[in-house]
């Protein structure tokens, strides 16, 4: 038991690790705010689920809080990206390169 | 009296995860801090229905295995578009009509297409039309549709 648990734990911190580095490589890499919201906010909660399940199986955090964190981190991080994005296309910051608009018909290509 | 006595009872399971304790005079205290809790908030009246309460808690068991399955399959996706060195990204906005009649129901949706693969929520009209901002629009528009008329059944089973 302890073993699986210690393998678990090592998986979780090692993918957890992995999605948050590739999360801000994204926030880097992608060309605009919505692109890059779609890194931190799904790829970032993502990473920090997995450091979660690491923590509450390997740390004496429990599986309670960790599960709790975990649903609230669920539900908190698609409603940041919204708020951002919505705040961004208020401000008039627009895509870059977008295939189609329907929010602005007259300016897709 | 019946969702008073639900609220009091998922509060201090609530209670009882932060703590992680299940001695007595824990589950006393959550119990009464529920109440604490529920005495400050404003009451609401809704009605139950018995019958339809099977096949909501059948359907809150699959809508959140749909989300964890999505938030997965979503960072996984995210994660080759970010690594792949030419960046396969095809960026546009396209209008999907909730399908929801209650604000719940339409809040709760656009919570699910935020975090379902390679989809954001920017704006949400009087209509219910959510402005979805897709990574992806290649094969977008069929699999957005599908998904979504997926999550509405669920809903409209949770919230009739």
New interface residues.
């Given amino acids: 038991m302890e073993t699986i648990l210690q393998l678990l734990a090592l998986t979780a911190v090692i993918a957890g690790t992995f999605f948050s580095v590739v999360g801000m490589l994204g926030f880097v890499r992608l060309p605009d705010v919505y692109t890059r919201l779609h890194a931190t906010g799904k790829v970032g909660v993502f990473g920090v689920v997995l450091l979660l399940v690491a923590a509450a199986a390997w740390t004496p955090l429990g599986w309670g809080r960790a599960i709790l964190l975990i649903i609230l981190l669920m539900v908190a991080g698609p409603v940041t990206s919204h708020a951002l994005a919505s705040a961004a296309f208020r401000i008039g910051l627009h895509m870059k390169q977008p295939v189609r608009d329907d929010l602005r018909p007259d300016k897709a290509p | 009296m019946v969702s008073y006595v639900r609220a009091v009872l998922l509060l201090t399971l ?1 209670y ?3 703590t ?1 304790n299940l001695q007595a005079s824990n589950i006393v205290v959550g119990v009464l801090l529920a109440v604490g809790v529920l005495a400050l908030l404003r009451p609401q009246r809704r009605v139950t229905d018995w019958r339809a309460a099977g096949t909501a808690v059948v359907a809150v068991l699959r809508y959140i295995f749909v ?1 964890a399955h999505d ?2 399959v ?2 996984m996706q ?2 080759r ?3 792949d060195p030419k ?1 396969p ?7 999907i009509p909730s399908g929801c009649q209650s604000e719940l129901g339409t809040a709760l949706s ?2 699910a297409i ?2 379902a ?2 989809e ?4 949400i009209d009087d209509d219910g039309v959510m ?1 979805t ?1 897709v ?1 992806d ?1 290649a094969h977008a528009e069929t699999a957005v549709a599908e998904a979504q008329e997926l999550r509405v059944a669920l809903l409209n089973k949770i919230f009739p």
């Fill in positions: 609530v009882l995860a932060l992680s989300l938030m997965v979503s960072g995210v994660a578009i970010v690594l960046l990204i095809q960026p546009g906005i396209i209008a656009a919570h935020t975090l693969p390679g954001m929520v920017v704006e402005y901002h990574l629009m």
